[in-house]
Nanobody
Framework: VQLQASGGGLVQAGGSLRLACAAR????????AGWFRQAPGKEREFVAA????????YYADSVNGRFTISRDNAGNTVHLQMNSLKPEDTAVYYC????????????????????RGQGTLVTVSS
């Protein structure tokens, strides 16, 4: 299984970016998926998640209303649309996934996920 994150970059505050997580070796519609981020010197934190099949979504309070997670089943990709970006959104963003049939899923716990892609760096300038 391989998760490939892309779409990071440098953007001014107030701008937008769209991250993508492409999967190989699994079918995203059968998996829960999520995004976590880690800023320099800070703990890794939950950003957003989407359930397999139901597509129910969850967001951290800090991004709710600005970020949107979605799934493209045809492309086997999960996206994170990030609008109204702030300097505090600067971090390395990681995509994660977990088979939806496994019990005990906790959407905001990194240890709840089976797979993690390499990160993509998002830098928001003030």
């Amino acid at each position: 299984v391989q998760l490939q994150a892309s779409g990071g970059g440098l953007v001014q505050a107030g701008g937008s970016l769209r991250l993508a997580c492409a999967a190989r070796g699994l079918t995203f519609s059968d998996y829960h998926a999520g995004w976590f981020r880690q800023a320099p010197g800070k703990e890794r934190e939950f950003v957003a998640a989407i359930r397999g099949r139901s597509d129910r979504t969850y967001y951290a309070d800090s991004v709710n209303g600005r970020f949107t997670i979605s799934r493209d089943n045809a492309g086997n990709t999960v996206h994170l649309q990030m609008n109204s970006l702030k300097p505090e959104d600067t971090a390395v963003y990681y995509c994660v996934s977990r088979n939806r049939l496994r019990v005990g899923y906790s959407y905001n716990a990194i240890e709840s996920y089976d797979y993690r892609g390499q990160g993509t760096l998002v830098t928001v300038s003030s």
